[in-house]
């Protein structure tokens, strides 16, 4: 069984582009959350999505959002990219809204200049 | 108010030797559970404990034991006869019975010197 997969591992995007991050679930798993982990601090949850349905979402702005497909892949996008957006950006999944825990990915490293 | 508090931030020890990290949180739900997670350089964190707040039974896993006290808030991670690999960055984290977030703590970088 695979894990969760994440593409691109790095991406080097120019402040007020827009960016799409792209998460594969693990197997099984119907719960997808995205967290953001800047560098030297603990993930931040941006938000969950539960068979397709945003679950929850913590304190971003709008510009960033999501997509669950009937698949239970998930996007994540972020519109007008600050500096500040620079972090590693983390998928998780799992196959009980995270009761249980999640299976991270490896993470997308986004830098903005 | 951070839920979770990872004092921490770096710790060195040499290998064999014992390591505690310390781990506080703060919540007001009765039903909450709380995990630890391990980061290695590679940036996927790794599931290494779960418990739920009923259940305060002190677990060994191998190396690994976990002390859970709901007294202090305290979920503390103990690696016995520590090795090189074990250095990663370990984060305590807790999900609250209401919510559908994990609350992360800042994490504590762990280096085990051969």
């Known amino acids: 069984e695979t894990g969760v997969t994440q593409s691109p591992t790095h991406l080097i995007k120019t402040r007020g582009q827009q960016v799409t991050l792209r998460c594969s679930s693990q197997?099984?798993?119907?719960?997808v959350s995205w967290y953001q982990q800047a560098l030297g601090q603990g993930p931040q949850f941006i938000f969950q999505?539960?068979?397709?349905?945003?679950?929850g979402r913590g304190n971003f702005p709008p510009r960033f959002s999501g997509l669950q497909f009937p698949n239970y892949s998930s996007e994540l996008n972020v519109n007008a990219l600050e500096l500040d957006d620079s972090a590693l950006y983390l998928c998780?999944?799992?196959?009980?809204?995270?009761?249980?825990?999640?299976?991270f990915g490896s993470g997308t490293r986004l830098t903005v200049v | 108010a951070q839920k979770v508090t990872q004092a921490q931030t770096e710790i060195s020890v040499v290998e064999k030797e014992d390591v505690t990290l310390d781990c506080v949180y703060e919540?007001?739900?009765?039903?909450?559970?709380l995990f630890w997670y391990k980061q290695p350089p590679s940036g996927e964190l790794v599931f290494l404990i779960r418990?739920?707040?009923?259940?305060?039974q002190n677990e060994i896993s191998g190396r690994y034991s976990w002390n859970f006290q709901k007294s202090t808030s305290s979920f503390n991670f103990t690696i016995t006869a520590s090795q090189v690999v074990d250095s990663a960055v370990y984060f305590c984290?807790?999900?609250?019975?209401?919510?559908?977030?994990?609350?992360f703590g800042t994490g504590t970088s762990l280096t085990v010197i051969p």
């Open positions: 998780a999944s799992s196959p009980d809204l995270g009761t249980y825990g999640y299976t």
């Open positions: 197997s099984g798993h119907n719960t």
């Open positions: 999505y539960y068979r397709e349905e945003e679950n």
């Open positions: 919540t007001r739900d009765t039903t909450y559970y």
């Open positions: 418990r739920n707040s009923f259940d305060e």
């Open positions: 984290a807790l999900s609250e019975g209401t919510g559908n977030q994990f609350y």
